[in-house]
Structures are given as C-alpha cells and as structure tokens.
C-alpha cells in the first residue's frame, strides 16, 4: 500500500504528493481545467480521471516504444505512481500544423502542415506568459545543459513519429504537443503528463478539435471530446 504523504506542488491540473516509497510521487489529476496562464479556469467533472487514465495509456505505449518516462502505474482512477524527478523549467513544444501561439506570433496561415516539424523552446514562467526561448537561453541561464537540449530535441522527436502514427492509424491527426523532461539517475526523462490537456488533437475526417481548445474557445463537450479520443485509441475507461 503507498502512503500519500505531504502535497509538495499544486499546479493548474495536477497535485503532486510524496509518499511512502522514497524516490516516487503520487500525481493527482484533478477535474480543474485552466487556460491563457490561469486566466480561465473551470472545473470539468470527470476530467481528472480521464486524464490518468489517458496519461498512462500514451506513457505506457512510450515506454513499450523504447521511451524512458517517470510513469510508474495508475494508482487509483485520477492518481498515479511516478518517479521523483528534478524538472527542467522549460516546455518542448513539436508543430505538425500551423495553429495557436505560432499563428500569433508569425502572422503565419492556420493549418499550414509542415513537411519537418517544428520544434521549439518555452520557459515555464506563468507571470511572464511562458515566453518562447532558444537553445542560448537554456545555455546562459544554465536551464540546461547542451547535452540536455540535444536529448530533449531527440526524445521530442521520437515521440512525434510514435504519437503521429498511433493517433493516424486511429483517424486523428496529432497537431501539436507540449512534453517536458527532467533529470533522474537513469538520465533525463520524460515527465509530467501526455493528455488532450497538453496537446491538439484534429478528428481526421472532419477537422473538429478534440483537446483542450474546446475550453479555450469555449466550444462545450471537453471530457466528451477526451472520451471520443480515448475511446478511438482504444483505451478502456
Ligand atoms: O499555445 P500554443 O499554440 O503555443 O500551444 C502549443 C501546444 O502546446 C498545444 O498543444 C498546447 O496545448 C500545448 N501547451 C501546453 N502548455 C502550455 C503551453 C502549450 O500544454 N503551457
């Protein structure tokens, strides 16, 4: 039986607890649901578990896929097991299609699809709107090592080719993605979470989102949305 000790970290979706077994965190996935930095927040019911259970399934598949991850097992139905890491404060964000911030940012076409995916940096600053930064930044300011950011790049990659082909031979288009990684004795990892929260999901046939956009742009039926994704990959909920 692991103990659930003291909340070390609550973030926007997600609590983070110590536990019994030394070097091993609980993650708490909670219904709250939060966008634009926190400015939005809602909490959806059942989002929580569904986001476990998502998260497991894709770390699973990742690992099985030579992936190295902190996910350990699902603990309960919106908890799970994983290794304590040191994370690195930045965000790895792949592009297969223009959409989002990049729009934004570049005045670029919405739905350009990119022939090599676009990869890029983000600090994990809510105050400053996590700015996008490059491999200098991390560099400079000793986020990171070269090593890390050569890793970080690698993995991001290898797990877009993964990803791109489970959620196409499942008639979805995995658009974009946001992963993080951190420091282990194993070696840098893959943390946090891989769930419809953190990534664009397109309906392959007709273009509906099925991810977190529908609470951004407040176009209703978020869990349903996860529901519909989880269910064409074929993960038992
Ligand atoms: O907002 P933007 O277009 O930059 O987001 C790119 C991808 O990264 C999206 O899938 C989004 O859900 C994810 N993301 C995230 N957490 C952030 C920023 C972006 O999960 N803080």
Same mark, same amino acid.
């Given at each position: 039986m692991i103990e659930k000790k003291e909340l070390l970290s609550?973030?926007?979706?997600?609590?983070?607890?110590?536990?019994?077994?030394?070097? /091993?965190?609980?993650?708490?996935?909670?219904?709250?649901?939060?966008? %634009?930095?926190? *400015?939005?927040? &809602?909490?959806?019911?059942?989002?929580?578990?569904?986001?476990?259970r998502f998260n497991?399934?894709?770390?699973?598949?990742?690992?099985?896929?030579?992936?190295?991850t902190h996910f350990l097992k699902e603990t309960s139905n919106n908890e799970s097991l994983v290794?304590?890491?040191?994370?690195?404060p930045?965000?790895?964000?792949?592009?297969?299609?223009?959409?989002?911030?990049?729009?934004?940012?570049?005045?670029? /076409?919405?739905?350009l699809k990119f022939e090599n995916p676009l990869f890029? %940096?983000?600090? *994990?600053?809510? &105050?400053?709107?996590?700015?996008?930064?490059?491999d200098n930044h991390i560099i400079a300011f000793e986020w990171g090592t070269q090593e890390e950011i050569d890793k970080m790049k690698e993995l991001t990659f290898k797990i877009n080719e993964l990803l791109c082909s489970l959620f196409d031979d499942a008639g979805l288009i995995l658009v974009d993605y946001k992963v993080e990684y951190g420091r282990h004795s194993e070696g840098?990892?893959?943390?946090?979470?891989?769930?419809?929260?953190?990534?664009?999901?397109?309906?392959?046939?007709?273009?509906?989102?099925l991810d977190k956009d529908r609470f951004r742009k407040d176009l209703g039926d978020v869990v349903e949305s996860?529901?519909?994704?989880?269910?064409?990959?074929?993960?038992?909920?």
């Open positions: 609550e973030g926007k979706a997600k609590s983070l607890y110590s536990t019994s077994n030394n070097g /091993e965190l609980l993650m708490v996935y909670r219904d709250d649901t939060s966008a %634009f930095d926190g *400015k939005k927040t &809602e909490a959806l019911k059942g989002k929580g578990e569904i986001n476990n497991a399934f894709i770390m699973e598949y990742l690992s099985d896929n030579g992936i190295n290794k304590s890491l040191d994370m690195l930045v965000e790895c964000v792949v592009r297969n299609i223009a959409t989002g911030s990049l729009c934004r940012r570049l005045g670029v /076409e919405q739905g890029e %940096f983000f600090l *994990k600053n809510d &105050e400053l709107g996590d700015p996008l930064i490059n840098l990892i893959l943390g946090d979470e891989f769930t419809p929260d953190g990534c664009r999901i397109w309906d392959k046939e007709t273009g509906e989102s996860y529901q519909i994704v989880a269910h064409k990959l074929g993960i038992s909920i």
